[in-house]
């Protein structure tokens, strides 16, 4: 007798890798369509990523401007300016000595300032964010 339980998880997983074939171009699919596709899906970002990996298809375009671009690669600069306010939420955000890029978005999101003003204070303060929820980094 099958697993309805697998085939049901089987036939999902069929549809997300159709969904992210679909979605990709040349290879590479931006960070901003891995996330729509995981919360289409109801999966994490994570496990687009190791998707992406399975498939040989790059992420690009990271929203945070760290990496995927071209010619650059990384397209964030060092903010002129990082608030006291900024900085303190980021550094209560730190683990270890990272900022995770999910805590970076959510700063973003509760600031309601654009993912790369939080990156680029990150530039300026020197503080490296990771790691990156769909794994690129």
Not at 35 to 46: D, E, L, Q, T
Not at 66 to 77: A, D, N, R, S, T
Not at 111 to 135: D, F, Y
């Amino acid at each position: 007798m099958k697993n309805p339980d697998a085939a049901k998880e089987l036939a999902s997983n069929a549809a997300l890798e159709e969904k992210i074939r679909r979605s990709a171009e040349n290879e590479e699919l931006s960070c901003a369509e891995s996330m729509r596709i995981a919360a289409k899906f109801g999966v994490s970002p994570w496990e687009v990523g190791q998707r992406l990996d399975a498939m040989k298809i790059h992420i690009v375009r990271c929203q945070l401007g760290l990496f995927g671009y071209k010619p650059e690669k990384i397209i964030v600069k060092p903010a002129e300016r990082v608030s006291p306010d900024l900085e303190e939420e980021i550094r209560a955000s730190l683990e270890g000595k990272y900022l995770p890029c999910v805590s970076a978005w959510a700063i973003a999101a509760g600031r309601k300032i654009p993912k790369m003003a939080v990156s680029s204070a990150c530039e300026t303060l020197k503080i490296k964010i990771k790691p990156c929820q769909i794994g690129a980094f």
